[in-house]
């Protein structure tokens, strides 16, 4: 049996707003989908993260106008991502040594997807964590 890398247990089609995008529509976009945040991308290539507080901070909070700031403008530049190859085990470890829950997946510069720590977690599990880990939700009475 090969081993699992990101492609495989990846979500392909991650949340995703064009930097050129103002943040009130970004607003009414994160609110649509009922996420806190997505993923801005500039031609495909991953440019950075927005959150909902960052529009609050951005817009709200500085008094700027949300249709005149953009979602590039205003996002954080993304510092870690995974390559779509690399192996669920590597990945998960990776993630866990700087607390993050979800990575996006990069293929070069271009956004492919973005992968989320437990799932690459159940993924990576051999055999007997997957047995250890379902005699662990057995409850006795």
């Known amino acids: 049996m090969r081993n699992k890398?990101?492609?495989?247990?990846?979500?392909?089609?991650?949340?995703?707003?064009?930097?050129?995008?103002?943040?009130?529509?970004?607003?009414?976009?994160?609110?649509?989908?009922?996420?806190?945040?997505?993923?801005?991308?500039?031609d495909g290539e991953m440019c950075g993260v927005l959150t909902d507080q960052d529009i609050v901070l951005f817009a709200v909070a500085s008094g700027q106008d949300p249709s005149v700031l953009t979602a590039g403008e205003c996002s954080y530049p993304v510092v870690y991502t995974a390559s779509a190859g690399d192996s669920t085990e590597t990945t998960?470890?990776?993630m866990r040594r700087h607390g993050l829950s979800r990575l996006p997946v990069v293929d070069g510069k271009q956004l492919v997807g973005s992968v989320w720590i437990a799932d690459l977690a159940i993924a990576s599990q051999t055999p007997a964590d997957a047995e250890a880990d379902s005699a662990d939700h057995l409850s006795y009475a």
């Open 5 to 42: 890398t990101v492609r495989d247990v990846m979500m392909p089609e991650p949340w995703t707003i064009d930097a050129k995008t103002s943040l009130q529509d970004t607003a009414h976009l994160l609110r649509a989908w009922d996420v806190r945040d997505a993923l801005v991308t500039d």
């Open 92 to 94: 998960v470890a990776f």
